[in-house]
């Protein structure tokens, strides 16, 4: 069964867009902020958008567009050309998907490395990354993760101002979990 041009290459550039390491490592460490996986979810709709309203676009402006989303929407600047070689990419399969050449586009996604963490990412209940929770050791660490004080309180919570505010708001408390 045929697929419209659009659609087709709305899945191919999904596709491009679950290989793309720079797009992953900004999403899963947060870059984004909270809605980090729509943004990048958002930046397929861009791409399909571009080529919508301009459909003789260019690699080299596919690419800037990408360059700019990354750097406004992950605060990443891509110093590796990888948004060159996914601007590229992703011309490539407009060009065949206007073609109406389905067939070319199936084969040409089947040389893509397998993976699938964006839409993975996306039926998770909760936009970050999963947690384990459990805590089987019994090390002296607190339930939180930190070496805890001679009565049993955290030492991250006792340099805390009260009410367990951080007393210099320009940092963030990271704590391990074990």
């Known amino acids: 069964m045929a ?14 867009f679950n ?3 720079a797009l992953q490592l900004a999403v899963e460490h947060g870059m ?16 399909v ?7 003789d676009a260019g690699w080299d402006e596919v690419a800037d567009i990408l360059g ?14 990888s948004t060159d070689e996914v601007g590229s990419l992703l011309w490539e399969f407009y060009k065949h998907c206007c073609s109406g050449d389905q067939a070319l586009v199936e084969q040409e996604l089947e040389k893509l490395p397998s993976g699938n963490w964006l839409n993975k990412c996306l039926n998770q209940s909760h936009p970050t990354a999963p ?7 019994d090390d002296g660490d607190d339930a939180q993760g930190g070496p805890s004080t001679s009565n049993g309180q955290n ?8 009410q367990g505010e951080d007393p210099d708001p320009g940092w963030t408390q990271v704590r391990r979990k074990r």
């Open 3 to 16: 697929v419209a041009p659009e659609e087709l290459f709305r899945h191919a550039a999904g596709r491009v």
């Open 19 to 21: 290989c793309w390491s």
């Open 32 to 47: 984004g902020g909270a809605d980090g996986y729509n943004k990048a979810m958002g930046m397929i709709d861009a791409v």
């Open 49 to 55: 958008e571009l080529f919508r309203n301009k459909p």
């Open 68 to 81: 700019d989303m990354m750097d406004d929407e992950f605060n990443t600047i891509c110093e590796d050309d």
């Open 131 to 137: 947690q384990d929770d459990s805590d089987d050791d």
């Open 155 to 162: 030492q991250m919570d006792a340099e805390m101002g009260p």
